[in-house]
């Protein structure tokens, strides 16, 4: 539950920017936090990568009781992360400007894009921390702390956004500004943590290289890496398509809903990552009879959750939509329309996504990153490529339905495949 809970703080406090910003700055720099967004999720790819895979090193390698090596690999990937981090923020600014214009957006879209995606680029390291610590802190046994970390950075995000954009009336900028000081916070503290004595499984102390061990989490989590490049590239591909098709309006609209799906994907997501270590730990120890049990109590529960959200979605509809895009009745009821036929995805988006992370929990990246690549990129891809020459814009809602239903059968090949190498089933 404590890592279920920090994703869905996580992801409140993440759609909080675009609440303000929509509501009390405008819909065109709205659609400026849309349009940029994904090039800065695939800039952050990295730190997906090196918790989740280095997470499933260092869960294996406890499982294996070797606690000293565990904590090496834990230090060294920390401090990759940091050098990565300070290397690909010098790249995001200085490709900011070419990247907004290659995305289609002039005029003041254009320097919305550059100044809200530069600023917020200034915090890149801490955000990689923050992401890897998310999945470390679970293969700690510190799932709690992570959680609060997690608040805390949150709370502070919400608390200056409201007074950057409503007090200060900073507009983007004060969105901005909050995004980085609140992920200052989020990667820093755990940081202090590692590095004093704790009674966690880790801490942040001397090492030295491990260059077969960094491929391996690279490997590890290349399927969450993929995912969010393939996400990021796919929201490039809806945005191209949306601008075409429905101008700003289309693409504040797709960002609604990719709102929404971040806050119903923390439920998924959280659940996955804090399965995962456990997963990984009895793969490592060969415990067989409890990987069984923890995968098919595993499939239950996201099938559940995967009807609930998706009622839930369908229920909270109006508003949803009212409370981001209430203010325009054309984009609002561009959105709901929309929004209606995205809800669907959500009947099988639970079980496509646990597939994939429980390849990665069993340190198998290949088959995880091939999965996440047919999920979140050909699918998608060509759906969004195709449908709407035949459906126009709900051929854009409609590929991501597509797409998922796509999904569950490769995730459901895949599982029965690998059953008697893994022993799950």
């Known amino acids: 539950m404590p890592p279920i809970c920090m994703m869905l703080f996580t992801s409140v406090y993440g759609i909080v920017d675009g609440l303000f910003v929509s509501n009390f700055v405008g819909k065109t720099p709205f659609a400026a936090i849309n349009l940029i967004m994904p090039y800065l999720m695939t800039l952050c790819a990295f730190g997906y990568m090196f918790g989740a895979g280095g997470s499933a090193i260092i869960g294996k390698t406890l499982g294996e009781q070797k606690p000293d090596k565990a904590n090496e690999y834990f230090s060294m990937l920390v401090y990759v992360a940091i050098a990565l981090g300070i290397g690909l923020t010098i790249i995001g600014i200085a490709f900011m400007r070419p990247v907004a214009m290659f995305f289609g957006a ?15 680029m200034i915090s890149m390291t801490p955000y990689l921390l923050m992401s890897m610590f998310e999945s470390l802190f679970i293969t700690a046994e510190k799932p709690k702390l992570g959680f609060w970390v997690n608040v805390i950075a949150g709370s502070i995000h919400i608390l200056l956004d409201a007074v950057f954009i409503i007090g200060f009336h900073w507009g983007l900028l004060g969105a901005a500004t909050a995004t980085v000081i609140s992920e200052f916070f989020g990667g820093s503290i755990p940081l202090f943590y590692f590095f004093r004595r704790n009674d966690s499984l880790l801490r942040l102390g001397k090492t030295h290289f491990y260059g077969r061990v960094l491929g ?33 309006n289309g693409v504040a609209a797709y960002g609604v809903m990719m709102y929404v799906n971040f806050i119903f994907m923390a439920v998924f997501f959280g659940y996955s990552m804090g399965i995962a270590p456990v997963i990984s730990y009895h793969f490592g120890a060969k ?48 959105t709901l329309h929309g929004y209606i036929i995205v809800a669907f995805s959500f009947l099988m988006i639970g079980y496509t996504y646990f597939g994939s992370y429980f390849f990665t929990a069993l340190n198998n990246g290949v088959v995880s990153a091939i999965i996440s690549l047919l999920r979140l990129f050909v699918f998608r891809s060509a759906a969004v490529l195709t449908l709407p020459i035949f459906f126009g814009t709900d051929g854009v809602w409609l590929s991501m339905v597509s797409a998922e239903l796509l999904s569950t059968i490769i995730v459901t090949l895949f599982l029965y495949a690998y059953k008697d190498r893994y022993h799950y089933l």
């Open 106 to 120: 002039e005029g003041e879209l254009l320097e919305d894009c550059v100044l809200y995606g530069n600023i917020s």
């Open 216 to 248: 391996k989490a690279c490997v590890n989590g290349l399927s969450e890496m993929a995912s969010t490049l393939s996400v990021s590239f796919v929201s490039m591909l809806f945005n191209f398509q949306l601008m075409r098709l429905a101008g700003e």
């Open 287 to 334: 415990n067989h009879a409890e990987l069984k049990n923890l995968f098919t109590k595993s499939i239950r529960i996201m099938a559940l959750a995967d009807f609930a959200l998706t009622a839930l979605a369908l229920i909270i509809s109006v508003p949803i939509c009212k409370l981001f895009v209430g203010y325009d009745p054309a984009l609002y009821a561009l």
